[in-house]
Nanobody, 119 residues
Framework: QVQLVESGGGLVQAGGSLRLSCAATGRTASTYAMGWFRQAPGKEREFVARITWYAAMTYYADSVKGRFTISRDTAKNTMYLQMNSLKPEDTAVYYC????????????WGQGTQVTVSS
């Protein structure tokens, strides 16, 4: 497993931007993919985006496609989520997660970072 720490959350007005970071330590060499998830108050956690660690193939939820960009820096063992054109409905705690293969679940999670978008 790897240990994950998110940062970069905060309060922003609608239409603004934020960049989240997720720093990974531990057995990062065995990472297949990392992803971002979010959970709004009273709602279930939902998938936001994911990136395969070495090939950098990306996939996005329809709700963020065209506004958010996921990336990673393998030299820094860090994943990013650039969030543009933020909307109040993007308000949530954002979590990063990692998994070791295409067929396994995400089994390493960060503690989360709060993103609040005011209208």
């Amino acid at each position: 497993q790897v240990q994950l720490v998110e940062s970069g959350g905060g309060l922003v007005q609608a239409g603004g931007s934020l960049r989240l970071s997720c720093a990974a330590t531990g057995r990062t060499a065995s990472t297949y993919a990392m992803g971002w998830f979010r959970q709004a108050p009273g709602k279930e956690r939902e998938f936001v985006a994911r990136i395969t660690w070495y090939a950098a193939m990306t996939y996005y939820a329809d709700s963020v496609k065209g506004r958010f960009t996921i990336s990673r820096d393998t030299a820094k063992n860090t994943m990013y989520l650039q969030m543009n054109s933020l909307k109040p409905e993007d308000t949530a705690v954002y979590y990063c997660a990692a998994r070791n293969s295409r067929t396994t679940d995400y089994d390493s999670w960060g503690q989360g970072t709060q993103v609040t978008v005011s209208s």
